[in-house]
């Protein structure tokens, strides 16, 4: 049967699964070999390389999932981001990056491009103009992140796709808070797709990984880059991996459901100044999300009222867990302008709009008035802190 004509539980449970032919086992045998035969064989195997049994067959499940032709899995989602950036850019070569994004990202760039004489471009916005109008003659690649991290900034996928192939430039996209549940960017004329694996698709918070998805004629590309910097990820952890993601469609529409209505809860509480969704109808780009996503995703952001100690708040939470990284089963919050993007300078924090108050919502699979009576509680003990 096509993989394009399985739906996506099947995609997640079935497809990239190595069948136990020795024992007839119901899940896919681990291979922890490092070291393979090389002679009168079709493959020669090497972890460094991407090719060993765990590692071919779940890249195989990432590229069904994104309607891709081919896929790779990294040790981290800045090696995915990196080893593909590097890719398609060389010395005297130009990027137009998104200015709303992940932290990591920006840093990358900011501190290592100009060691590989690579010139660089974060756009003044997210709209379409921003991104033609910071385009030079030696740009090749244009690098996007919708939903963005952590404002949730929509950014059109097919008028930038559009654009770039209009001037022969690659597209490519930061596709982790969306997870291929929500969002598939090669549909829209994307080139070029990555995930920090570690979020959605590991789910569990115990996974590093990343992963790339495109056609093989780029992958190829990406693959002979890889080879040389060795980003690979131990089988252990592929194995661990594609378990993890024969629930992937199922946990992320429960975090999905949940997101929706603590987003709505949120918007109406008088302590909090803003809440930052593309599933609310106040959101500027509601409709353009509700045109590019299946549905809104789990992960959201809100300010607190002034006079309101975000970190202060964090502390009362009981059940919501104040941690690192996001998209796991648990929820979880954070302040971005002491994690994610403390890497950034105060005046560049400012510039992209994230303020001290602001706390990023990684929204997990719990009950939705569980984790409603937790922030309510945690809210009402931190205003009582404050104002005695």
């Known amino acids: 049967m096509s993989k394009k004509k399985l739906g996506i539980h099947t995609i997640c449970t079935h497809v990239g699964e190595i069948k136990d032919e020795q024992f007839k ?13 090389f002679d009168n064989v079709d493959v020669k195997r090497y972890p460094r390389y991407f090719n060993t049994p765990n590692q071919e067959y779940l890249s195989k499940k990432i590229a069904a999932l ?19 950036f590097l890719a398609f850019l060389q010395k005297g070569d130009h990027i137009v990056v998104q200015n709303t994004l992940y932290g990591g990202t920006s840093n990358f760039i900011r501190e290592e491009f100009h060691k590989y004489g690579i010139e660089y471009t974060f756009t003044d916005g997210y709209a379409v103009s921003d991104f033609e109008a910071a385009i030079q003659s030696n740009t090749k690649v244009i690098h996007i992140e919708t939903p963005s991290n952590p404002l949730l900034t929509i950014t059109d996928i097919k008028a930038i796709a559009n654009l770039a192939r209009s001037r022969g430039i690659i597209s490519t996209i ?7 549940v929500n969002q598939n960017p090669l549909d829209f ?3 070029v797709v990555m995930h920090s694996a570690t979020k959605y698709l590991g789910g569990h918070s115990d996974i590093l990984a990343g992963a790339v998805a495109s056609t093989q004629e780029h992958m190829d590309r990406i693959w002979n880059v890889s080879k040389n910097l060795g980003g690979s990820l131990s089988d252990m952890t592929v194995w661990m991996l594609e378990r993890s993601m024969k629930t992937l469609a199922l946990r992320v529409k429960a975090q999905t459901k949940n997101a929706k209505k603590l987003a709505r809860f949120l918007d109406k509480h008088e302590d909090i100044a803003t809440v930052y969704y593309p599933g609310l109808k106040s959101h500027p780009q509601h409709q353009l999300a509700k045109a590019q996503m299946h549905d809104f995703g789990a992960m959201l952001s809100f300010e607190l009222v002034e006079g309101i100690d975000a970190m202060a708040f964090q502390k009362q939470l009981h059940l919501i867990k104040s941690s690192m990284s996001l998209a796991g089963v648990e929820s979880t919050m954070l302040l971005p302008s002491e994690t994610s993007h403390a890497l950034l300078t105060q005046e560049q924090r400012d510039a992209v709009g994230i303020s001290n108050q602001l706390i990023r919502f990684s929204v997990g699979i719990e009950n939705f008035k569980d984790l409603k009576n937790d922030i309510k509680q945690a809210i009402a003990k931190t205003k009582i802190a404050s104002f005695a």
């Open 25 to 37: 086992g119901a899940i896919s045998p681990m291979y922890l070999s490092t070291s393979y035969e």
């Open 66 to 84: 994104e309607r891709a032709e081919a896929a790779m899995i990294f040790g981290s989602g800045m090696a995915a981001i990196s080893h593909m």
């Open 174 to 180: 930061d596709n982790t808070f969306a997870s291929p």
């Open 189 to 191: 004329g994307i080139d």
